[in-house]
């Protein structure tokens, strides 16, 4: 079965990308940049690629690092993803797309990244550096 955006979207019960960002979700896993203004949908559609890969298994979602500039932002992103992959979990959907149950398992045990850079660097530096050598507590 080929999921689309719009399927994923209907099936999660979410209204569906406009062709912009249906588009931008099930783009090729490559580097790409995607400008859009104020209000243009960007972390909706963040969201949206983040649940249709892990839908089509191209990833498990604690394969995921999203990152924002803003506290408010990763808030946002995080609380999104993190509820879509919940009701990802809970359709029938993902039946149809893994009927071996092993995908529905994985979505159950990962659990995605969202952080501002600030805050995934300082992580970064906290986990590693005694290795550099500097204190793990500095900021």
Do not use: C, N
Not at 33 to 61: D, F, Q
Not at 102 to 107: P, Y
Request: glycine letters at 8%.
């Amino acid at each position: 079965m080929e999921l689309t955006p719009r399927a994923l979207a209907t099936a999660l019960g979410l209204p569906p990308p406009t062709d912009e960002q249906a588009a931008v979700i099930a783009a090729p896993a490559r580097p790409a940049l995607v400008v859009a203004g104020a209000g243009a949908g960007k972390t909706e559609t963040m969201a949206a690629r983040v649940v249709w890969l892990v839908a089509i298994g191209a990833m498990l979602p604690e394969q995921v690092l999203g990152l924002t500039f803003t506290r408010k932002a990763a808030q946002q992103l995080g609380a999104r993803v993190r509820s879509r992959l919940r009701r990802l979990a809970g359709s029938r959907l993902l039946d149809e797309l893994d009927p071996s149950g092993e995908r529905r398992a994985a979505l159950l045990a990962g659990e995605p990244t969202v952080a501002t850079y600030h805050a995934y660097a300082g992580r970064l530096v906290a986990e590693h550096a005694l290795r550099l050598p500097a204190e793990p507590t500095a900021r």
